[in-house]
Structures are given as structure tokens and as C-alpha cells.
């Protein structure tokens, strides 16, 4: 899935591979593979981008948000970068219905080229908070995991709050969200219907309804909380994946359009992302402009 929406992208904008500098993929699990294979070489070799550097990155649900910021800072004006996130979960031993808590899981891919001279969308605002004290809740008690207990996240958030209590989750949490606001308010973006949607993960009802819903949704015209719903959360892909359904279902976008993406991940990570569409239709090419 990975390589085709790669290929996709690439056609669709017409780039030239050669321009193609930085290139990285994203992902939460092995899907099954494992070994020392890295994926981001596969889609360097069939893509043709021989002068990318690629990177497999690994930094949780938020690796496509870190991976763009990162982007932003490896290729110059004369350059391009793809950044690709995939995830299929069916037939490994991750469960999708059972193996998380409060949180279901659908299969995507995501593939984004980033140019600093051109684009359907220009990235204003990207901003990235780490919580570190959380990154227990995914590692399980000990660093050797019990290979039955591997994919058990569910049991990992379960013993991590026995020992820390519910509430340090959604206390800290809660900061670095305070923190976020702040900025973005800082920097004139958090007015109440100032963007035409935004994208919050596509999380459970319980962590939406107690973070990132009171904090963000009225920021925005509408969300993309029904297609969150319906699609399950896709690891990396969430925010990307979200603006391009609202794209896709929306004829025209003309004037100063901005989506806001918030992402969160494991680690613990929050990004709070501005997108300005500059333009759009419905054979749009794919490429998103990043500021310097």
C-alpha cells in the first residue's frame, strides 16, 4: 500500500524523482515482516529517488507529523521530499478490535511530497511537544517482553496506570494541550471557527471527549469525527489522511482555507499543524508547499 500511494503521489504531481532528497516511512508495527528489513529502501528503490535519503521512522501514531517536520528542515528550495506512512493489521499478531483499549484500528496508507516553491497547501504552522514521563504505557513492565505479551497494549496501559493512577494520563496530557493552545493562540491561529476543519486523531470516544475535543474542535467549522469513527484509527495516517477525505469530498476551496491537524502518539507526542489550501480540485497533484 505503501508503494502504490507513493507512486501515486509522484505521478500525480509530475516531480521529478531527482528532486527527491529526503524521503521516509512510517509505521507502528511491523506488519508482520520484521527482521532488519527497512521499508523506506523498498520505496527509494521502485520510486527511482536514488538521491533521497530514507528513513524507516518509528516514533509512533505521530511519525508522519515528525517525519514532515523533519522534512522541513533536510531539502532546500530546488528540493523535494515524500513522506509515507502504511498500515495493514490484519494477519499479525496485533489484534485491531482487542489489542489497544479504548481504541480501534483500520488499515491506510499515506503518502505526502513536500516542496518548499510549490503546492496545493502551504504547512504556516507546525509545532511538536513531548511528554516523556508517558512513554512507559507502551513498554510494558519490562524492557524483554514476553513475545505472547508483545502486541498486548492494552495490558501494557493497563499496568502502567495500576502503578501511576489514571489520572497522570490525562494530567499531563492536559499541559502539554494547555501549552499547544497557547502557542497557536501566540500565533494567530486559535480563534473559535478560524479554520474551515480540523483533523484530531482518530482515537476513541473517551480520549476525544475528555482531550482533544474540548480543547480543538471549536477551533473549526467541522471535524472529521464520523470518518474517524468509521474508519478506525490508522496509526501515522490519521491527519493526513483526514484533510485528504475532506478534500476529496469538497468541490472547491477557494479564498484563505486552513485546516488544522492535531496528532498524538506514543512517546508520549502532541503536534498541533496549520495547512493553508491554496488550491484545489478534484484532479489536485498532491504536492504540499512547507514554509522555510
Known sequence: MALKVSTQVINLSGTDVKKIKFLTFSSIHDNGIGGFWTPASLIQKETGARNAIALSLTQGCNSLAYAVLTASKMISAQEEALVVSSEKFSG????????????????????????KIKGIAC?????????????????????QTELSERWNIANHKYKWMERNGRNMFFDLMKNAISIALKRL????????????????????????????????????????RSFGM????TGPGDQFLGLERFLSTTSEV?????????????????????????KYNSQHNGLVNIIH
Request: net charge negative; hydrophobic share 45%; glycine share 10%.
Open 230 to 233: 468509521n474508519t478506525g484509527h
Open 92 to 115: 499479525t499478531e496485533f489484534n485491531r478490535w482487542s489489542s489497544d483499549a479504548g481504541v480501534l484500528y483500520g488499515d491506510a496508507a499515506v503518502a505526502v511530497l513536500l516542496s
Open 254 to 278: 477557494s479564498g484563505r482555507k486552513t485546516a488544522l491537524l492535531i496528532g498524538a502518539g506514543a512517546g508520549f507526542t502532541l503536534t498541533v499543524m496549520v495547512i493553508e489550501i491554496s
Open 123 to 143: 504547512i504556516r504552522y507546525l509545532d511538536a511537544i513531548s511528554v516523556p514521563e508517558l512513554e512507559g504505557m507502551h513498554r510494558g513492565e519490562n524492557f
Open 185 to 224: 493562540k501566540h500565533a494567530g491561529y486559535a480563534e473559535p471557527h478560524s479554520h474551515s476543519i480540523v483533523v484530531m486523531p482518530f482515537v476513541g470516544k473517551s480520549i476525544l471527549e475528555n482531550l482533544y475535543e474540548p480543547s480543538f474542535a471549536f477551533l473549526g467549522y467541522q471535524t472529521m
